[in-house]
């Protein structure tokens, strides 16, 4: 982990899908990996197209692309949010992410600006879901803002999206039910917004 | 054969558990039925049931699941043990049999919800173990209120049996704090555990606020920590609280007490047994006696599958521990030999005089300079209590004033509301005036500035007890058992809306004092919990703190129970819980509950002897 104020350590259960993941990859037989270069070449597209949803969550969303994505990443939350997009709204999370790619050399306000207003409704709102389902692990299913009252409907994307949301980091607080502090925080100061979403020293 | 018990109790809730514990302990063989799910292994099942959640209501980590497949609510028709969820207590659903388990016939929705599971509503309570005020028992004489009863039993005769209770739930606070408007405690009196840490919520407003006066009681405002069934030392076996902040619907790591605690402590005396899935359905007595002889009950194996059995149980002694909805359904409804329902020949009072804290709510935003960092800690770990009592009982309802450290979940569902505000460029939380959509940095930083600086008060105003609110079998309508289903009568008395003006003008002196800035929303027109006092509409909430219905009292003409919970008209059946209290007074129920449920479990015992 990056910081000792890191308000996420990973937890037990984490670990266990971390080792569990990482056996069940060794235990793929030697030629079926690397065989076929079909597969290759989309997993190679894949991964870029993965890095470019980083990049631009990162931009949406005001948190670092390393907190969005730890190097060290067990949950993985990235990869559920990417094949979700993908799932829900294909053609026009494709678009989205062209839209990004081929303005990646302009100022992050401008290439927002170009995705939120310039790119026509659907891919506004798809980013504006986004950027929800990064705060509050909920995919609120795309459309125009104004439809949206106090509670519109959204499902929970899982339970380690809720407690992936980013709001809660931003109120330097915890997710409600899951809290990796002790006994008395709440009477200090919390540590500063910054170490909640930038990253911290490796060492 | 069935096994041959002393007592069958009806209902594993915290009065429940209590006595069957306290029996069990004492060699009684003790056979508890439970209408809903039984105690499962760990609350693994709950937290994921939370967690997936899109309404996270204090209802939704239990069963039956509140919403079906289609994703509206169950048809409470075809449940087993069907309970009622805030979710049912909206403009669409408060009075649509289809939607709503209980039968509002208004003219305002009762709007506190229950669970029927092993462990009962305290599953999801706060926490919160105040002891009532000896002015409380018996405001009649303090204050001049001709209509309302006596309690038949004082602060003092009570005071033993609150220690106790304190030691079984495992409360944490500090005696010091606890000594006010006329609260005693033996000498050398501690509490199990050091008093829970304050919240920077709680100590700004402390700063604020001590020592003013906020309304028209002449007590200076004290901001106190809350005594709480929470653990500040590892207790029972159980961890120190980590500030979750989800003491409702669910404490993850179970430092807030539950009855599954004390259920278990029950069943491991080896005397104990715990029928889950099992409703009692009817009451029978000797009709020569007047005595009890038998419940009779349908049994389940799924929430809304086919009854799978029935059966009926002997036992010396029989208690309800159902609370003050369940209670006086399965009473009315046992009425095949005595017209007027069990327990209710002497007295006619069984399932009158429901009552509620309703909750006045108020929320604002600290000024820029002094940040509370809410969504930290237990939900609420202090209070102002010194509005509880005074002169001003005569004429208009007191109240306790709850801080909130969980920022403005409770009155806007937020941090959701204001996250979708300043992402869409909408301003349903009112913290959006310019309707911003921003994105980067800016949403970060709005989000964090207004987030961080968010609390809002809960005053539980005490509820006047009225004849006119109450519960009874509804004619129509039946759940899949074919069991009636409660039908509810309920309003807001003038003295109890007249708390409401008082609230509302305690909250702005308050935020005035914090320099505070509110957010309380104005109420919608049609909202289902409106109505107007002093000229004002207000809005109210449920408290889940469901009251009366069986009140206890000296005069078997009207009370259905004595101060021992025993029905007048039936010796060997004890009626506890909330149920029993003639009036609501100015703290949450919970530690009462336990008390008089302890009490109870003495006089069974000497019963039994």
Redesign the interface.
């Known amino acids: 982990m990056d910081d000792k104020n890191h308000p996420n350590p990973l937890t037990r259960r984490q670990f266990l899908v971390l080792s569990l993941g990482a056996a069940a990859a060794a235990a793929v037989p030697a030629h079926l990996t690397g065989a076929a270069p079909t597969p290759m070449a989309k997993a190679a597209a894949s991964a870029a197209e993965l890095e470019s949803f980083v990049q631009l969550s990162a931009l949406l969303t005001g948190i670092a692309a390393e907190k969005l994505a730890p190097a060290v990443d067990p949950v993985n939350i990235k990869q559920v949010y990417f094949d979700l997009a993908r799932k829900e709204s294909g053609d026009t999370f494709q678009q989205l992410l062209s839209i990004f790619d081929q303005n990646q050399g302009k100022p992050p306000d401008e290439i927002a600006e170009i995705i939120l207003t310039q790119s026509g409704a659907a891919v506004g709102n798809l980013a504006r879901t986004l950027m929800l389902v990064w705060y509050l692990g909920s995919w609120y299913a795309p459309r125009d803002p104004p439809q949206y009252s106090n509670f519109p409907s959204s499902t929970v994307v899982s339970p380690d999206a809720y407690t992936q949301g980013w709001v809660w980091r931003v109120a330097q607080a915890h997710p409600m039910g899951f809290s990796p502090l002790i006994f008395g925080y709440w009477g200090q100061t919390p540590p500063p917004l910054s170490d909640f979403i930038v990253p911290g020293d490796q060492s | 054969m069935n096994k041959v018990y002393d007592v069958v109790i009806v209902g594993a809730g915290v009065a429940g558990a209590m006595i069957a514990k306290q029996l069990g302990l004492a060699g009684k063989k003790v056979l508890i039925l439970e209408s809903g799910a039984g105690l499962p292994p760990n609350i693994n099942d709950f937290?994921?049931r939370?967690?997936?959640?899109?309404?996270?209501v204090p209802e939704s980590p239990y069963t039956p699941a509140l919403f079906n497949d289609q994703?509206a609510l169950n048809d409470p028709t075809q449940l087993n043990a069907p309970r009622p969820s805030v979710l049912m207590t909206g403009k669409g659903s408060w009075q649509d049999p289809k939607q709503s388990y209980l039968i509002q016939k208004g003219p305002l929705p009762f709007s506190s919800s229950y669970e029927r599971v092993a462990g009962g509503t305290m599953r999801h309570w706060l926490g919160t173990s105040l002891r009532f005020l000896p002015n409380d028992f018996h405001m009649k004489e303090a204050y001049g209120l001709d209509d309302w009863p006596n309690w038949p039993i004082t602060y003092d005769e009570l005071e033993p049996w609150y220690g106790q209770a304190e030691t079984e739930i495992g409360i944490s606070a500090d005696v010091e704090d606890q000594t006010y408007l006329g609260l005693t405690f033996p000498d050398g009196y501690n509490y199990p555990m050091p008093s829970i840490?304050?919240?920077?919520v709680d100590?700004a407003i402390r700063a604020a606020v001590d020592g003013q006066l906020i309304d028209d009681s002449s007590n200076p405002a004290k901001v106190t920590s809350t005594p709480a069934g929470r653990n500040?030392r590892p207790y029972q076996d159980r961890r120190?609280?980590?500030?979750?902040?989800?003491c409702i619907p669910?404490c993850?790591i179970q430092a807030k007490y539950d009855p599954s605690i004390t259920l278990n402590h029950a069943l491991n005396t080896g005397n104990v047994d715990l029928w889950p899935q099992t409703v009692a359905t009817e009451v029978l007595i000797d009709s020569e006696t007047g005595r009890v002889t038998e419940i009779k009950y349908a049994q389940y194996e799924t929430v809304d599958g086919p009854q799978t059995g029935a059966g009926s149980l002997t036992a010396k002694v029989f208690v309800i521990a159902a609370h003050a909805i369940e209670t006086p359904k399965l009473l009315l409804r046992s009425n095949k030999q005595i017209s007027e329902g069990i327990a209710n020949r002497s007295s006619g009072q069984v399932g009158l005089n429901l009552m509620d804290h309703p909750i006045y709510l108020a929320w604002a935003l600290m000024p820029e300079s002094k940040p509370v960092?809410?969504?930290?800690?237990?939900l609420s770990?202090a209070g102002i209590e010194s509005s509880r009592d005074g002169a001003f009982r005569s004429k208009r309802a007191a109240y306790r004033v709850e801080i909130g450290?969980?920022?403005w979940?409770f009155p806007?569902?937020d941090?959701?509301?204001t996250?979708?505000d300043f992402?869409?460029?909408?301003n349903?939380s009112g913290l959006n005036t310019d309707k911003k959509?921003l994105?980067?940095?800016?949403?970060?930083n709005a989000?964090?500035s207004n987030?961080?600086r968010q609390f809002r008060l809960g005053f539980l105003v005490e509820q006047s007890p009225e004849a006119s609110n109450f519960v009874t079998l509804s004619e129509k309508y039946t759940d899949h058992l074919g069991l009636q289903r409660p039908e509810i009568h309920y309003n807001l008395s003038e003295y109890t809306r007249q708390g409401f003006v008082a609230a509302q003008q305690a909250a702005e002196k308050i935020f005035s004092l914090l320099g505070a800035k509110s957010f309380t929303a104005a109420v919608a027109a049609d909202d289902s919990k409106a109505f107007e006092a002093g000229g004002t509409r207000f809005k109210f909430f449920g408290a889940g703190h469901i009251v009366g219905t069986y009140r206890m009292g000296s005069d078997p003409a009207k009370s259905v129970v004595d101060k021992f919970q025993r029905s007048w008209d039936h010796k060997n059946l004890f009626l506890v819980g909330s149920g029993v209290f003639p009036t609501v007074t100015t703290a949450n129920p919970t530690l009462t509950i336990t008390a008089l449920a302890l009490w109870a479990a003495d006089t069974i015992k000497k019963d039994l002897a």
């Open positions: 937290m994921q939370f967690f997936n959640a899109s309404a996270k994703g840490p304050l919240s920077m100590e500040s120190v609280c980590a500030g979750n902040t989800n669910i993850p960092y809410p969504y930290r800690g237990p770990t450290n969980e920022g979940n806007i569902g941090p959701d509301t996250t979708i992402i869409n460029g909408i349903s959509a994105y980067g940095k800016d949403l970060v989000l964090n987030l961080i």
